[in-house]
């Protein structure tokens, strides 16, 4: 089971920390991945970690802003989000790879744990 937390509605410039906790399987076995879905569009990858936290991959769009890190101790994966724009309006998702020993990839197809999803919305 995965739930996300942390989201909300910020202004652009500002910043959010997603929090995704994990239980049901050992967590540090499997890398993780950030998801997010605009209205109207498709679910897009935003970033992935794997199991041990040194193998890291982002999307383009967030490349220098958002920050992936995961807490194996707790169970717990984040985004950490800073100058936030009004594109990066969308639910986000976090996601556990379907295999364990593997690193993280940018297809939601290769994903088959996913949390309900929170709300990031920003103001212009």
């Known amino acids: 089971q995965l739930v996300e937390s942390g989201g909300g509605l910020v202004q652009a410039g500002d910043s959010l920390r997603l929090s995704c906790a994990a239980s049901?399987?050992?967590?540090?076995?499997?890398?993780m991945g950030w998801f997010r879905q605009a209205p109207g569009k498709e679910r897009e990858f935003v970033a992935t970690i794997s199991g041990s936290g040194r193998t890291i991959y982002y999307a383009d769009s967030v490349k220098g802003r958002f920050t992936i890190s995961r807490d194996n101790a707790k169970n717990t994966v984040y985004l950490q989000m800073n100058s936030l724009k009004p594109e990066d309006t969308a639910a986000y998702y976090c996601?556990?790879?379907?295999?364990?020993?593997?690193?993280?990839?940018?297809?939601?197809?290769?994903?088959?744990?996913w949390g309900q999803g929170t709300q990031v919305t920003v103001s212009s």
């Open positions: 996601s556990s790879r379907n295999r364990p020993g593997l690193v993280g990839t940018t297809l939601a197809k290769d994903y088959n744990y």
């Open positions: 049901g399987r050992t967590f540090s076995n499997y890398a």
